[in-house]
Every structure is written in C-alpha cells, then in structure tokens.
C-alpha cells in the first residue's frame, strides 16, 4: 500500500458531494491516488447541535461505497478533537466496522486521537506535522521523540507534511517554507510515503465580482512542480503532491444557511489556476436557475476557451448537460461534486503528464 512521487493525495471533507465525486472517478485512475477524508466538525439540525452519533450517522452514509475502489484511504478525526478521545474511537471504530481500508491520521501535537490511532493502525499509521509545528521550532527531535515513545518506525509510517493555508502567499515564500519544512524531516527515504500538502484555494469567493469570472493562481501544485518535480533529482526524496481540491482547507462549518445566502458559483480548475464564476445571491436568484446559465457561460459563452469537453470527466459531462438544458443540478452542492470530479481528474492527468523519473 505504498506509493511514489507520481501518486496524489487529494484532502477531501467528508461530505456528501466530496464522497460522490470518488465514486465517479474514472476507474482507469482510481489507482493512481489516495484520499485523504477529514471527518468535519458536528454541525447543526433544526437549530440543535448534534449527537455524535447522529453525526457519524451522517459522515459515514456512503463513505465505504465511496472509497471501496481505492487500495486505501487516510482517515483524519482532528476536527473532532474538542469533544475528546471519545470521538476519534467512535470514528476509526465506525471504519473499521464498516470494513474501510484505512490508515489513521494523527499528530505529535494531538492529545485526542493518537490512542485510537495506534488502536488501529491494520494498514499502517499516518503522521500528519502541521505548519505550526514547523514554526514552533525543534520538529525534527520532536517527531523523533514522538516515534520513540510510541514504538514507531519510519517505514511502517506515512509522513504527510501539511503546509496549511498558502492562498494569502507568494511563490517565493511556498518555496521558502517547503524547504525549510523538508530540511526538518529526518531520513527522508526511510518514510513508508512522504506526502506535501498545501492549501491555495481561496478562503471566500467575495473577491470574484458579481456576476463575473476570475482566475486563482494553483500555488501549491506550481511550487511543487517548479520547484521541487524541476529539481527531483537533486532531492534525497521527491515527496507526493497533495492539495484540498476546491475546497479552503478551513471548510464551511461556519456558514449557516439560514441566516447567509451564498451566491451560486462555478470552480473550475485549469492548468496552474482556477477558474472561480460567480453569480448572484440564492436569495435574489434560485441557485436552479442560474446554474444552467454559469455552466452554459463556460460551455458555450464567453469561457468556452477553458472548458476540458464533456468527455474529460463526468463533472465535465454533466456542466454540458446542464448547459444543454438537461438538469439544472441546481444546488451549490452538486455543482461541488461535479467541480470536485473535475479537479482530481485534471491533477492526476497532471500528474502523468510530468516527465518521470
């Protein structure tokens, strides 16, 4: 169940359009990445908070079918932490349960989740250091602290190296940062697999206009191939490529719908950017009606130049659908999952697309 520098590792919440977009992977990639699912924080219904129970309930409907096709899947609880060791038992015990192959995602700066981590650890463990660490200072004798004290060895462990929100960045400073967060990393070759993730997506869609259309620079993926792929051989380690797909790595947990009304909007990845359209309030306009007129913008109007055809993937296909007056799949959600399906199709084309070795 390892992997390479040619692989990816795509963060993804699990939520309803995140696990129907890999059931509707190709199945010609569908061994070329591993998902990364992030149990989200508990939410609200009818204005109650909800039970655990009722969350996982929630979290894990379709979750196994979703990730079936996968040798494995990474599986992270941190965003439960607040509600103690408890949960992430709840959550790696649901898996297990379920008969997900999964590899459990914990931290050295983590109290809530690495009892349970350890607990069950099947197919191996995962160590996700986080910026912060990295910022903190003395990541190297800590990592080797926290493997020491808990039996660990390199090779049995997945190394995932988060480098957290890079949307208010430069290419100069990703750079920067990933070099000296890899330089912290002892015996770089001994990891089971070395992962480097980022997250370049954009917190809010408030800077695209109304009813207007921007792109957004893909910082993570151009900094890990111009500057790490470019130089791979001069590297005692190429570590695999991991983004949050369209999706800012803080999520919307936050948002309430019944006080805030998104407007309906389009994530379209590109090459190096995102193509983020944007429309008007839900409250001033249903999202079923303007979805058909975003997707027949990037189908046929003005923004036909960037569309990937409907036989790139089947997000693409159903945008084409919509804009040929098939069904309106009138909710932000659905358009997330076809964005979603999009996305991880286009990265791992990318991917393969890389000279290698």
């Not at 929630?58 to 609880?77: I, W």
């Not at 890990?224 to 790595?249: E, G, K, M």
Request: net charge positive; aromatic share 8%.
């Amino acid at each position: 169940m390892t992997f390479g520098p040619n692989h990816y590792v795509p963060v993804l919440k699990v939520k309803q359009g995140e696990k129907a977009a890999l059931a509707a992977i190709a199945p010609g990639l569908r061994s070329r990445f591993t998902p990364l699912m992030e149990i989200v924080e508990i939410g609200e219904k009818k204005g109650q908070k909800k039970t655990l129970q009722e969350h996982l309930d929630t979290s894990f409907k379709g979750l196994a079918t979703s990730v079936q096709p996968y040798r494995r899947c990474f599986l992270d609880a941190m965003e439960l932490a607040p509600l103690g060791a408890q949960a992430a038992e709840a959550v790696f015990r649901r898996a297990t349960a379920e008969g997900i192959t999964f590899s459990p995602v914990t931290g050295i700066s983590r109290a809530n989740d690495v009892q349970a981590a350890l607990a069950h650890r099947t197919y191996g463990l995962a160590i996700r250091l986080t910026r912060a660490e990295f910022d903190n200072g003395r990541l190297r004798p800590r990592l080797e602290r926290f493997m020491k004290q808990h039996g660990l060895v390199a090779p049995d462990v997945d190394l995932i190296l988060d480098l957290g929100e890079l949307d208010n960045m430069v290419m100069e400073g990703v750079c920067a940062l990933t070099e000296g967060f890899l330089g912290e990393v002892p015996e770089p070759t001994h990891w089971r697999t070395m992962t480097l993730s980022g997250c370049a997506f954009p917190k809010s869609m408030g800077e695209v206009p109304r009813l207007g259309a921007m792109h957004s620079g893909r910082l993570e993926w151009t900094a890990w191939r111009d500057s790490l792929h470019s130089n791979r051989r001069h590297l005692l380690r190429l570590p695999t490529f991991s983004d949050c797909a369209i999706q800012h790595s803080s999520g919307v947990e936050g948002f309430d719908p019944r006080t805030m009304r998104p407007s309906a909007a389009v994530r379209y990845a590109l090459g190096d950017h995102w193509l983020l359209i944007k429309g008007v309030s839900t409250k001033t306009r249903p999202a079923k009606d303007q979805f058909p007129e975003l997707a027949d913008r990037l189908v046929y109007g003005d923004l036909n130049a960037y569309f990937a055809g409907e036989q790139h993937c089947h997000g693409c296909a159903q945008i084409k659908r919509a804009a040929d007056g098939g069904p309106s799949l009138g909710s932000a959600g659905k358009w997330r999952f076809l964005g979603t399906v999009h996305h991880l199709t286009r990265a791992v084309e990318a991917l393969a697309a890389l000279p290698w070795p």
